[in-house]
Structures are given as structure tokens and as C-alpha cells.
């Protein structure tokens, strides 16, 4: 597992909806078949990197993957929800540290 895999699914996350509604107007059967697999493959992307987060050992560094990576949370929502004293910053931080 990558940063750069992590940081893709929080930006393909925020494509669903596009294609969501995309696929309900289309009236291409090719189309509607390329857009219904290119969610197949954000899905599946999804379920790899929460995999990958389960295993982690550390558990705040797990948290702050599924909430940042995941949940697409901005940083002052992911200090928020580990709590602890945490703020924006030092969860960035804390990322920008993380080695997979």
C-alpha cells in the first residue's frame, strides 16, 4: 500500500456522486457499462485500503487512515473525532510522518 493509493480513494470518493448520476441518465448501454465499472473499481479500491488499515498496528494511526482516507474527513474533523488534544495540524502531521 502507497500514500498515493490512500490519497487516490479519498479523491475517487468524491467522484461517486458524478457518476451515480451520470449512470442514471445515460441512455448508452456502453457507457452505463464503462460508468457501473468504473464504481466496481472505486468500491473495490475502498475495500483494499480498509483492509490494509485494519492491519495497521497502531490504532491511532488507524484512525486517522479510515477518517482521512476513507471517510474523506477534513483534518479538523479527523483531530476532532481521535480526540485527545489533537488539532488540524498535528493530524496532518502525524500523516505526512506515516510510512506504509
Given at each position: 500500500?502507497?500514500?498515493?493509493?490512500?490519497?487516490n480513494?479519498?479523491?475517487?470518493?468524491?467522484?461517486?456522486?458524478?457518476?451515480?448520476?451520470?449512470?442514471?441518465?445515460?441512455?448508452d448501454?456502453?457507457?452505463?457499462?464503462?460508468?457501473?465499472?468504473?464504481?466496481?473499481?472505486?468500491?473495490?479500491?475502498?475495500?483494499?485500503?480498509?483492509?490494509?488499515?485494519?492491519?495497521?498496528?497502531?490504532?491511532?494511526?488507524?484512525?486517522?487512515?479510515?477518517?482521512?482516507?476513507?471517510?474523506?474527513?477534513?483534518?479538523?474533523?479527523?483531530?476532532?473525532?481521535?480526540?485527545?488534544?489533537?488539532?488540524?495540524?498535528?493530524?496532518?502531521?502525524?500523516?505526512?510522518?506515516?510510512?506504509?
Amino acid at each position: 500500500m502507497t500514500k498515493e493509493i490512500l490519497d487516490n480513494l479519498r479523491e475517487l470518493k468524491k467522484e461517486i456522486p458524478m457518476w451515480q448520476e451520470a449512470l442514471k441518465n445515460s441512455t448508452d448501454e456502453k457507457t452505463a457499462k464503462a460508468i457501473e465499472n468504473h464504481l466496481s473499481e472505486i468500491v473495490k479500491a475502498e475495500q483494499e485500503v480498509t483492509k490494509y488499515i485494519l492491519e495497521y498496528p497502531d490504532p491511532v494511526t488507524r484512525q486517522l487512515l479510515y477518517l482521512r482516507c476513507v471517510k474523506g474527513l477534513k483534518w479538523d474533523a479527523v483531530a476532532y473525532r481521535i480526540g485527545g488534544g489533537n488539532t488540524a495540524d498535528s493530524v496532518r502531521k502525524m500523516y505526512e510522518r506515516f510510512k506504509p
